[in-house]
């Protein structure tokens, strides 16, 4: 693995059930985020996690849960899906929280019905 | 609020000169990013900017100044590949990334 994978790289799910976004990275960077990019929006951040142990809420928090066990996984659940969170979800990685650039995965294409 | 605002889409002519531009209005100021993104790929990192002036890497070029809120992205000697969209993004007084929402640029032959 060179840089950030995601898992899956798309899906359909049905509005009401549990899904997990995988995203791992190996360049060993303490930060990580999740974003959903949609059409005609900028780039809105969920989630972030500043190193293993910590997370914390971006813009648009609600419906969303992370977990950062360690320094290479940083999963994001969706407890219940609805419509609304039909979306491009990417993960990205820093180095440093806050002050060094963000390296992006190929994304997760998520449809909810 | 925090804006960020970018064209929603330019067209340019392979060979030729374009410039991109980007005004912000952020709670603080640490730096601007300028990503390029294809269609149905991850943004990847082109330039960063802290301080007024021009950062030139290649054919890519980004310029800021601060005191007008004001960026551009300046790609010269076009080509085809470069049709993408450019993605300007403001990192505010928490450290977090404002993002506009992308400029589609249509490269012709």
């Known amino acids: 693995i060179a840089g950030i994978t995601q898992a899956p790289t798309s899906q ?11 995203c791992t990275q190996d360049m060993r960077h303490n930060a990580m985020y999740w974003y959903r990019q949609d059409l005609g929006l900028g780039l809105r951040l969920i989630h972030y996690s500043n ?3 910590t997370t914390g809420k971006g813009e648009v928090p609600d419906g969303y849960s992370v977990s950062r066990a360690n320094t290479d996984d940083f999963p994001l659940t969706l407890a219940s899906a609805v419509p609304s969170q039909t979306s491009v979800y ?3 990685s820093s180095d440093l929280a806050g002050t060094d650039t963000q390296y992006f995965g190929p994304g997760t294409r998520l449809t909810v019905l | 609020g925090q804006n960020i605002d970018q064209p929603t889409e330019m067209t340019a002519t392979e060979g030729a000169i374009v410039q991109i531009n980007c005004t912000y209005q ?4 640490n730096g601007l990013f300028w990503y390029q993104q ?7 990192f082109l330039s960063y900017n802290v301080l007024d002036g021009l950062e030139e890497k290649g054919r890519f070029s980004s310029f800021l100044s601060r005191s007008k809120g004001y960026s551009y992205l300046l790609l010269k000697e076009l080509q085809m590949k470069d049709s993408a969209s450019y993605l300007c993004a403001v990192r505010d007084s928490n450290y977090q990334l404002i993002w506009g ?3 589609k640029l249509i490269i012709k032959p």
């Open chain 2, 26 to 29: 952020t709670s603080g100021f």
């Open chain 2, 101 to 103: 929402a992308g400029t």
């Open chain 1, 12 to 22: 359909i799910l049905a509005a009401g059930r549990r899904m997990t976004l995988r």
């Open chain 1, 90 to 92: 990417f993960c990205a």
């Open chain 2, 38 to 44: 294809h269609a149905g790929e991850a943004p990847t």
């Open chain 1, 51 to 53: 190193t293993a142990g």
